[in-house]
C-alpha cells in the first residue's frame, strides 16, 4: 500500500514539476496545480492513511491523526488562492507581453 | 499573558479589513488611516524591544493552548528588533508613497497593511507551519505590490516572481510534511527538542528536509543560484514598494537562523544543521561576488540597487553560516545598516529620477537635472553610507564584522569579497554620481518643477538613522550581541516554550 | 581635549564659510571668504606653536574617549614630534593656501565652495596625523579621499577634472579598503587599535604569522596615498584641480598621509626584511620614474606632479632603509620638499592665469615682466634641484650618506647608491628646466596673453614666506632640525637619539662628490634636451587616465555580460536552477543512505485504492502528455482533481474530500474562463535535449518524493494529535476534530489563509481593474466556453439551483462544528450557486439583482474573524479563545454555539466575498458590458 502512494506522489510530482519547466504559461499553470495535489497529498499522507476512521469524536472508535487534514485544508485554500491569482495575472501579462509565453514576446525589452 | 504582543500582527489586519469595507474611502482618508496604523506599529515594536530587553521570551498562547499543541508567539530580542526595523521602514515607505505613487494603483495601502500583518507574523510566530501562513500572507501581498502600477516590466517580472515562490511554497510544505512525518509535531521548540533526540536512522532525512527549507527561505533572501528573479522585480516595482522590500530578503535571512541555529541546533554535540550551514558559506560567498560584480555592471540606479540587495544577503548568509555568535551579532548590525540603505536608494533612485528631464535612473542618459545641488548632496551623503565608508553605520558593522571573522580559519575567503566589492560600490556609485551631477547642464529653473520636499525630507531622514545607528552604536551592539547570544543558547528557548511539557499524550499509533 | 578642538576647529571654520555663502555675492566675497575661512586654520596654528615646549619636552599628549568600545573604534587624539611636525606643516600652509587663493579666485563665484572644501579637507588631514586611534585615523583617511575627490572634479564641467577625480577615488578609496584589511589584523594582532599599546608590541608583530599579510595590506593603504608605482597614476591627473589645490593636497599635504603612516607605523612593523625590501623597492622605483618623466613634461604643473612623485619615492626610500638617520634624513625632506613644492606651485598658478598657458614650450623669458616672481621662485627651485646652502642640498646629501651606509641586503649596497645618484641627476635637470625654461630661454612663443595680466603683489606674499622659510632651514638646518624634526624622529623609533650632525654631514666627502655629479650630469643633460625631446617623442606615450577609464570599461563590460548571461529573464532557467539547488544536495548527501525502508510492517494493498490510483497517475502524465491541447489537459487535470478528491474520502477524511470538491470546481472554471481567452494550443517549441533535461529534472524530483514518503510512511509516527483528539470534545466544543483544530486550536493559520484569499481576491481586482482584452491574445484559436452568450436551459437550472445550494450551505456551516463540513466549504458552495447564476445570466443581469459589492464582504470577513478573536480578551484570554455552550435547534439537532461559529462566519464571508471578486473581474474581462467600470 505504501508503496503504490509514495509512487503515485512520485508520479503527480513528476508531471508536476515537468509542466512547470514548459515555456507557455498556461501549461504552467496546469504543472502548478498538478504540483499542489501532489503535495497536499504527501503532506496528508503524512499522518499515514488509515481508512474508515475519520476524526469525528464518536463516530468511530479509533481515530486518525486529524493534524494533517487540517493542514491540508489550509495549504488546498492557500493554494486555490494562488492559483487564481496567478491564473489572472497570466492572462494580464499575456495580454501586456502580447504572448503567453512566461517571459513575453521579448524577455529583455525594458532591459536597455 | 501580555496582549499587546499579538499587536504588530492584529493592528494591520484590521486596517487592511477595514480599508476593504470602507472600499470608498478617498485616498486622503486611505493614508491617514494606513499612515496611523504604520505609528502604532512603531510605537509597539518600540514597546517590544523594551519587552524582550527586560525578559529574555515573551510567549503568547494563541486560544490559550498549551504549546506545542496550540499556535505560539515567541518575542525575544531578535524579533524585536525585526519588528522595530520593518516598523520604521515601512513608515517611511508609506509616507513616501502618500505623496502620489499609491494612487498608481487601487488599495496600495490596504495591501501594504496586510504586507506588515504577514512579515510581523513571520517573526513573531515560534510555530513552524504557521511560519509558512505568514509567508503566503506576506507573499501575495508583495505579488499585489509588485504589480502595484502596472505597466509592462511588472507584469512580466511579477509573473517570474509569483512562480517562482510558488514553487518553493511548495518546497516548504514538503518540508513541513517530512518534518511532521519524523517528529510529528510543528513547534519550534518541540521540533528541536524531538530532532535532537531523534533516532540516528532518520537523521539524514531530517538533515535533507533542512536542506529543502534552505532553498526555500534561499528563494526568498535570495541565495545563488535562486536570486535571478530579483533584480528585475526589484527595479520594476514602484519605489516605495521596492524600499519596502528591502526587508523580504531579510525575511528569509531570519527564518534560516531561526530554524537553522534554534531548530536544528539544539544538539550542541552534534547539532543537525552541519549539513545545510556547510552548504550555505560558500554559496553565500558567490552570492556576494556575483552581487558586487551585478553591481558593477548594473545599468541603471535601481539595478545597481537590486545588486546591492545580494550583496548584503550574501555577507548576511556567509556570516550566519560560520555558526559564530559575535559574527551573527555583527551580521545582525550590518542587516539594519543594509536595509535602511538599500531602502533609501531605491527612493532615491525615483526621487532624482523625477527630477532628470528624461532616462529616468539610467546611466547610459546624460540629461540635465534641476535642483542638482540638494540633490548631488543628498546622493553624495548617502553613496558614502551606502559604500560603507566612515563615519556612516555601514563602516562600523562591516569592521565588526570583519573583525568578528578574523577569529575563523578560512576569515580571508570573506574577507575578500567583501573589500573587494566594497571597491566595487565604490567605483559604480562614483560614475554615476559624477555622471549624473556634474556632467550635464542646469535645467532652466523656471522649466524645472519645485522640488518635493516631503519625499526628500523622508529620505533624508533615512540616511540621518544611518547615520546616528553609527554614533550610538554600542548600546545597538550591546542589545543585539544579546540577542546573538539567546540564539546561540536554543536550550532557553526551549525550555521558555515548552515549559514543563514533557511529550505527555504523545501516542504512538503503529 | 583642545587636541580635538584642533581637528574639529576647521569643521566649524567650513559651516562658517558655507553660512557666509548664503549672503549675495557681493565684488568682495572672495576677500570676505578668504577672511572667514582663515580663521580656524590661524587658530589651529597658534595652538599647535603653544604646545610646542610640551612637545619639545618629549612626552606624547594622549586624550581619548570611547566611541564604539565593542569595535575598539575609539576618538582618540595623541600629540608627539611626528604628529606636531606633520600638523604645523598641514595648517601652516593652509593658511598660505587660503592666502593664496584669495587672489587665485578672485572674481570667481566658486570661490565659496574652495574655501569650504579646503577647510574640511585640513580637518581631515589633522585628524589623520593626530589620532590616537587607528580606526579612527581610518575615519580621516577615507574623508581626505572623498575631499580630494571633491576637489579635483572641482571644475566639473571639464571631463578630465571628472575622471581625474573618479581616477584618484577608485585608486585611493581601494587603498583605504586595503588599509582597512590591515589595520583590523594589526589590531586582532595587537588586542588594541591605540597607536600607544601598538608601538608597544613590536616583538608581537612582528613574530605574528599574519604580519607580511597585515605589513602588505597596511603599505598598499600608504602607497596608493602618496601616489608609489604603480598607484602613482592618479596624481598627474589629480592636476586638473585649480592650482591651489593642487599645491596643497597634492604636493605639500595629503600625499604625505602614506609616509606619515609609514613613518608612524615604522617602530611597530619596521626593521624587517620584508619591511626594507618592500618599501625601498617600491620608493627606488617611483623616485626613479617620477624624475624620468618629469623631465619631458612640458606642462609646469605635469613637471611639478612627477617631481613630487619622484620626491614622494626618495622619502619612501629613506624609511624603507629604516635606520634613525633615514628616518632623520626622510623626515628633514619632507619638510623641505614641503617647502619648496608648494611655492613652486602657487609660481605655476601665477603664470597659468597671467600668461593664459601652463605650456612651457611657449612660456619663455618671464624675467622681464615677472622679475618678482623669478626672484623668488629662485630659491624653492634652486633648493628643488639641490645647489649648495640651499635645504635641498642637505636632505639630498643625507640621501646619500644614507645610501652608502646600506650593508644588506648585498643587492643594495651598491644599486642604492648609484640609482640615486642618477634620479638626482634627473631632478637636477628637471628643476633647472623649470626656471630657466620659464623665467628665461629666449622670448615666449605666442601666448594667450601677451604681455602678460598683472598679478596683484599679495599673491607673491605666500610664495615669499615660503621661500624664505625654505632658504631659513637651508642656511640653518641644525637648529631646524633640532627645534622640530628631532622630536619627529624620535618618535618614529622610539629611542632617545643623539642630534643629527650636520657639520659631520658637511665634511662627507663621498656624498659631496655624488651630488657634484647629480649637478653637473643634470645641468648637461637640460643642455641636451632637445635632442632627449626628440628621443621621448619616439617613445610611445601613454596616458595613464585613458588606461584606467579602458580597464573600467572593460570591467564594465565583463560585468554586464556575465550577469547578462546569467540573468537573462528566462522563468525555464530559473526554475531550472531552483530544482537543481533543491535536488543535488539532497542527492549528494542521501545517495548512500540506506535507512530508506523504515520499522512498520507494509499494509495490505487494497485494489480499489490501486486502481484509483493508476487513474490518477494516468491522468496525470495525460496532462502532461496533451498540455498542448488545452481544453482535454484542463478535463484530463480535474480528473486529476476528481481523484484526489476520491483520495480524501478513501482515507477518512470527509471534510478535505468536500473543500477539495468545491475548490477543484471554482479552479476549473477560472481556469475554463482563463482559457477562453489564451491560445487554445501551445506550439511545441522545446527541443527533444531540453525536454529530456526537463524529465530528468522531474523524474529525479518524483523520485525524491516517493522516497520520502515510503520512508515516512514506514515508520511508526509519534504525533501530538492525541491532545487534540481528547481535547477537542472538552476544550473545544466540538465533535469534528479538523474543524475544531481550524478554527480554535490552530484558528490562528485559519486567518492567515483567508487572508490570504481575501488578499489574491482584491489584487485579481487591483491589477485587472485597467486590464484591457481588446482582442484576444496573438495566436490565439477561436475563443470556445463560456464568453458566448448564455444557454437558456443552464439559466433555469441555475435559477433553480440558486435557493436550493444556500440551503445546503447554510446546513454545512452549522454542522460543521461537529460533523464534516464548516464555514470554508459552505462558502465556497454559496459561491458555486451564485457564480451559476453569472455563468447563467452573465454580469450584466446578476449585477441588476444581488449585491456586487464583494470588497466590503471580505473586509466584514476579516473584521469578524479578528473581532470574535479579540473578544477573547474582554474575558482575559488570549487571542482567538473560545468559549461554547450547548443548546437544541430545530431541524439541524442538538450543536454547541462556540464562539468559533462566529468565527467560522467570518470565514465563509471572505471565502464568499473573494470567490465572487475574482470570479466578477474575470468575468467582467470578456461581458458585453465589458472592461471600464469595476467590478466588485
Known sequence: MELVIAITLGVLTTTGVYLILRARTFSVVLGLTLLSHGVNLFLFSMGRLTTASPAVIGLVENYTDPLPQALVLTAIVISFSMTAFVVVLALKAAVELRSDHVDGEDPNEDRQ | MNHLMIMPIVIPLLTGAFLLVMYRYNIGRQRSLSIGSTLLLVIFAVWAILQAGVSDYTLYRLGNWQPPFGIVLVLDRLSAIMLLLTALLSLFCVLYASRGSDREGSHFHALLQFQLMGINGAFLTGDLFNLFVFFEVLLIASYALLLHGGGRARSRAGLHYVVINLAGSALFLLALGILYGLTGTLNMADLARVIATAPEADLPLLKAASLLLMVVFGIKAALLPLLFWLPRAYSAASAPVAALFAIMTKVGFYAMVRVFLVVFGLDEGSPANDTVLAWLWPMALITLSLGGIGVLGASSLRTLTAYMVIVSVGILLATMSRNDEQLLAASLFYLLHSTCMTAVFFLLADLIGRYRENGYDRFSVISPLSHRWILGTVFLVAAVSMASLPPFSGFVSKAWILQSSSTLPDYLWLWAPILISGLLIIAALSRAGSGWFWRPEELADKAAPALDGARTATVCVMIAISFSLAIFAQPVMDYLEAAARLIYEPSGYVEAVLGDYVGQSREVTE | ?936
Open chain 3, 1 to 936: 581635549m583642545d587636541i580635538g578642538l584642533l581637528v574639529f576647529l576647521p569643521v566649524l571654520g567650513a559651516i562658517a564659510s558655507l553660512l557666509s555663502r548664503l549672503k549675495r555675492p557681493g565684488p568682495d566675497h572672495v576677500q570676505r571668504h578668504a577672511l572667514v575661512a582663515l580663521i580656524a586654520p590661524a587658530i589651529c596654528l597658534l595652538l599647535l606653536l603653544s604646545y610646542l615646549p610640551r612637545v619639545q619636552s618629549g612626552e606624547a599628549l594622549v586624550y581619548s574617549f570611547s566611541w564604539v568600545p565593542e569595535i575598539g573604534l575609539g576618538i582618540a587624539f595623541r600629540l608627539d614630534g611626528l604628529s606636531w611636525l606633520f600638523a604645523t606643516l598641514i595648517t601652516g600652509i593652509g593658511c598660505l593656501i587660503i592666502l593664496y587663493a584669495r587672489y587665485y579666485f578672485a572674481g570667481k563665484d566658486t570661490a565659496g565652495r574652495f574655501f569650504v572644501l579646503i577647510q574640511l579637507f585640513m580637518t581631515a588631514m589633522l585628524g589623520i596625523v593626530l589620532s590616537e586611534n587607528l580606526l579612527f585615523m581610518l575615519v580621516f583617511w577615507e574623508l581626505t579621499s572623498l575631499v580630494s575627490f571633491l576637489l579635483i572634479g572641482f571644475t566639473w564641467s571639464s571631463r578630465n577634472a571628472r575622471r581625474g577625480a573618479r581616477m584618484s577615488l577608485v585608486i585611493t578609496g581601494g587603498g583605504g579598503l586595503a588599509l582597512l584589511g590591515g589595520i583590523l589584523l594589526l589590531g586582532q594582532i595587537v588586542g588594541s587599535y591605540q597607536i600607544t599599546d601598538v608601538l608597544a608590541a613590536t616583538d608581537t608583530i612582528v613574530s605574528d604569522d599574519r604580519y607580511p599579510l597585515t605589513l602588505s595590506l597596511i603599505l598598499l593603504g600608504a602607497f596608493t596615498k602618496s601616489a608609489q608605482a604603480p598607484f602613482h597614476l592618479w596624481l598627474p591627473h589629480a592636476m586638473a584641480a585649480p592650482t591651489p589645490v593642487s599645491a596643497y593636497l597634492h604636493s605639500a599635504t595629503m600625499v604625505k598621509a602614506g609616509l606619515f603612516l609609514m613613518a608612524r607605523l615604522h617602530p611597530a612593523m619596521g626593521d624587517t626584511e620584508l619591511w626594507f625590501s618592500l618599501i625601498t623597492i617600491t620608493g627606488m622605483v617611483t623616485l626613479m620614474v617620477g624624475a624620468f618623466v618629469a623631465m619631458f613634461m612640458h606642462d609646469i604643473k605635469g613637471l611639478l606632479a612627477y617631481s613630487t612623485i619622484s620626491h614622494l619615492g626618495l622619502i619612501t626610500l629613506l624609511i624603507g632603509m629604516g635606520s634613525e638617520m633615514a628616518m632623520a634624513a626622510a623626515l628633514f625632506h619632507l619638510t623641505v620638499h614641503a617647502l619648496f613644492k608648494a611655492p613652486l606651485f602657487m609660481m605655476a598658478g601665477i603664470v597659468d592665469q597671467a600668461t593664459g598657458s601652463r605650456d612651457m614650450r611657449n612660456i619663455n623669458g618671464l624675467w622681464r615682466t615677472m622679475p618678482a616672481l623669478m626672484l623668488i621662485t629662485a630659491v624653492p627651485a634652486a633648493a628643488m634641484a639641490g645647489l649648495p646652502l640651499m635645504s635641498g642640498y642637505l636632505s639630498k646629501k643625507m640621501l646619500f650618506s644614507e645610501s652608502l651606509l646600506v650593508t644588506a641586503p648585498h643587492w643594495a649596497t651598491t644599486l642604492i647608491p648609484v640609482w640615486v645618484t642618477v634620479a638626482g641627476l634627473f631632478s637636477v635637470a628637471y628643476s633647472v628646466r623649470i626656471f630657466h625654461n620659464v623665467f628665461f630661454n629666449g622670448q615666449p612663443v605666442d601666448l594667450p596673453h601677451w604681455p602678460p595680466r598683472k598679478k596683484p603683489a599679495g599673491m607673491l606674499v605666500p610664495l615669499f614666506i615660503l621661500a624664505a622659510a625654505s632658504l631659513l632651514v637651508g642656511l640653518a638646518p641644525q637648529a631646524t632640525y633640532d627645534s622640530l624634526i628631532h622630536l619627529a624622529v624620535m618618535a618614529t623609533s622610539m629611542t632617545h637619539l643623539p642630534l643629527y650632525d650636520f657639520s659631520a654631514l658637511s665634511e662627507a666627502q663621498v656624498p659631496a662628490m655624488m651630488s657634484m655629479v647629480a649637478m653637473v650630469g643634470g645641468v648637461v643633460f637640460y643642455l641636451a634636451r632637445s635632442s632627449l625631446f626628440a628621443i621621448h617623442r619616439q617613445l610611445p606615450d601613454v596616458d595613464a587616465k585613458n588606461i584606467f577609464e579602458q580597464i573600467m570599461q572593460q570591467s564594465i563590460r565583463f560585468a554586464q555580460s556575465l550577469v547578462y548571461r546569467l540573468e537573462n529573464g528566462s522563468l525555464q532557467r530559473y526554475l531550472a536552477f531552483i530544482l537543481v539547488a533543491a535536488i543535488a544536495p539532497g542527492l549528494w548527501m542521501l545517495s548512500s543512505y540506506t535507512g530508506w525502508q523504515g520499522p512498520s510492517a507494509l499494509t495490505a494493498v487494497n485494489p480499489m485504492v490501486v486502481f484509483g490510483a493508476v487513474i490518477l497517475c494516468l491522468s496525470a502524465i495525460g496532462v502532461a502528455l496533451f498540455h498542448h491541447q488545452r481544453l482535454p489537459a484542463l478535463l484530463l487535470l480535474s480528473v486529476t482533481g476528481l481523484f484526489v478528491t476520491l483520495a480524501f474520502a478513501q482515507f477518512s477524511a470527509p471534510d478535505l474530500a468536500l473543500t477539495q470538491l468545491s475548490v477543484e470546481v471554482m479552479a476549473v472554471v477560472i481556469m475554463m474562463l482563463a482559457l477562453s481567452f489564451l491560445p487554445q494550443t501551445s506550439p511545441r517549441e522545446s527541443g527533444a535535449g531540453r525536454i529530456v533535461r526537463d524529465l530528468g529534472l522531474a523524474g529525479l524530483a518524483g523520485t525524491g518524493i516517493a522516497l520520502f514518503a515510503y520512508a515516512v510512511l514506514t515508520r511508526p509516527a509519534e504525533t501530538i494529535s492525541g491532545y487534540f483528539l481528547a481535547n477537542s470534545v472538552p476544550g473545544g466544543g466540538g465533535t469534528n476534530v479538523v474543524n475544531v483544530i481550524l478554527v480554535d486550536f490552530r484558528g490562528f493559520d485559519t486567518l492567515g489563509e483567508i487572508t490570504v484569499l481575501g488578499i489574491a481576491a482584491v489584487a485579481v481586482f487591483a491589477f485587472t481593474r485597467d486590464l484591457h482584452l481588446k482582442e484576444r491574445v496573438a495566436s490565439a484559436g477561436t475563443a470556445k466556453g463560456f464568453a458566448e452568450p448564455h444557454p437558456v436551459i443552464l439559466q433555469m437550472v441555475s435559477r433553480m439551483a440558486l435557493p436550493i445550494a444556500l440551503l445546503v450551505s447554510a446546513y454545512i456551516f452549522l454542522r460543521g462544528h461537529n460533523m464534516p463540513g464548516g464555514g470554508f466549504i459552505a462558502g465556497l458552495v454559496t459561491a458555486v450557486a451564485l457564480t451559476l447564476q453569472y455563468m447563467a445570466g452573465g454580469l450584466v443581469w446578476a449585477q441588476e439583482r444581488m449585491l456586487t459589492h464583494f470588497r466590503p464582504l471580505i473586509g466584514a470577513g476579516l473584521l469578524i474573524a479578528t473581532a470574535t478573536g479579540l473578544g477573547s480578551w474582554v474575558v482575559g484570554y488570549p487571542f482567538l479563545t473560545s468559549a461554547f455552550s450547548h443548546m437544541d435547534w430545530p431541524l439541524i439537532g442538538e450543536f454547541e454555539l462556540a464562539t468559533a461559529l462566529l468565527f467560522d462566519l467570518g470565514v465563509y464571508t471572505t471565502v464568499v466575498g473573494a470567490t465572487l471578486l475574482i470570479l466578477a473581474n474575470l468575468g467582467k474581462l470578456m461581458t458585453v458590458a465589458g472592461p471600464g467600470q469595476e467590478v466588485g
